[in-house]
C-alpha cells in the first residue's frame, strides 16, 4: 500500500504538548512536514525543536484558535514555509467536565471551551478553506469526542461543543465535496491526552459509565494494587485503558487514504472500557 503521510504539509493546533504534541511527532516521523500551532509558543516550539532534531521537518507558531486572523496566519505560514497545506488538524479543545450545579465554578471555563472547542475549530476551517479550495484538494481532521454522541450529566457544554464539531463537519464536508475531505475523530476517554487538567468537576466524569460506575472504580483500584496487568496489556480483550498512541494512529489513518478515499468518522476504544457512549 503507498504512504499517503509523507511529504504531505499538516497543520496541528493545540501541538505544543500532549495529543497535538503526539500526533505532530508521529506524522513527522512518517515523513510529513508538521506545523505546530499553540497557544504555549514555548511547548510548540520545543517539540518542534525536537522533530527538527530527530531529522524531520517542522514549524511552530503562537496560536490562539479563538483569534480567526491568527488561525489564517498559522495557515498563511505553513504555506509558506512547505508551499501548501495538504491537511488541518483541528486538535485545540478543553474538557471542562460539570454539573450544571457548579457553574459559580465553571462559567468561565465553560465559556472558553465554547470559544476554543467551537469557534476554534470553526476558525481553522475557515482558515484552511481557500488555500485547499483555491488548490482542489485538501483534508480537514476535527477532533470530537463520544460526548458528542448523545447528552448525558456532567458534561452538557462539552459535550454540546463537541456535537458542535460534528455538525460543522458534516455541514462542511458537503459544500466542499470533491475538493476538501473532510474527517472526524471521535476519542474516548483517553488518560494521557492532557484534556483531564481542565476538568473542572472529577465526580462529573459519570455520565459517560452511567451504570458501570461500580465497575470503574473497581478497575482504578485494581490499578492501584497493582492488580490490574490485563486491564493494561493491549493484546487483551479485557484492555480498558486506551493509550493515546492508538487515538494518534487512527488520526494518521485517516490522513494515510488515497485521495479519492474519504473516511467520515472514527472511534477507536479499548475492548473493555466502561463508556457507554
Given at each position: ?111 472558553r471551551a ?27 481532521v476535527n477532533v470530537s ?133
Open positions: 500500500m503507498n504512504d499517503h503521510v509523507s511529504g504531505k504539509s499538516i497543520v496541528i493546533t493545540g501541538a505544543g504538548g500532549g495529543f497535538g504534541e503526539l500526533v505532530a511527532r508521529k506524522a513527522a516521523a512518517r515523513g510529513a512536514r508538521v506545523t505546530l500551532g499553540d497557544v504555549n509558543i514555548d511547548g510548540a516550539e520545543a517539540a518542534a525543536a525536537q522533530i527538527r532534531e530527530a531529522g524531520g521537518e517542522a514549524l511552530a507558531r503562537q496560536v490562539d484558535v479563538t483569534d480567526l486572523d491568527a488561525a489564517k496566519a498559522l495557515v498563511a505560514d505553513a504555506v509558506s514555509a512547505f508551499g501548501q497545506v495538504d491537511v488541518m488538524i483541528n486538535n485545540a479543545g478543553l474538557m471542562p467536565l460539570a454539573f450544571f450545579s457548579d457553574h459559580e465554578a465553571a462559567h468561565l471555563a465553560w465559556h465554547i470559544d476554543v472547542n467551537i469557534k476554534g475549530v470553526l476558525n481553522g476551517m475557515i482558515a484552511a478553506h481557500d488555500p485547499m479550495m483555491e488548490r482542489g484538494s485538501g483534508q480537514i469526542s463520544i460526548y458528542g454522541n448523545f447528552p448525558v450529566v456532567g458534561a452538557a457544554v462539552y459535550g454540546a461543543t463537541k456535537a458542535a464539531v460534528n455538525f460543522l463537519s458534516e455541514s462542511f464536508r458537503v459544500e466542499t465535496r470533491g475538493k476538501i475531505k473532510v474527517s472526524v475523530v471521535k476519542p474516548t476517554g483517553v488518560p494521557g491526552t492532557g484534556l483531564t487538567g481542565s476538568v473542572i468537576n472529577r465526580a462529573a466524569g459519570v455520565g459517560i459509565v452511567g451504570q458501570n460506575a461500580g465497575e470503574l472504580a473497581g478497575m482504578l483500584l485494581a490499578i492501584e494494587e497493582g492488580k490490574g496487568e490485563h486491564l493494561m496489556d493491549p493484546d487483551g480483550i479485557s484492555y480498558a485503558r486506551l493509550s493515546p498512541d492508538y487515538i494518534a494512529e487512527a488520526i494518521l489513518h485517516v490522513i494515510d487514504q488515497p485521495l479519492g478515499v474519504s473516511i467520515g468518522d472514527i472511534t477507536v476504544r479499548a475492548a473493555g472500557d466502561q463508556f457507554i457512549l
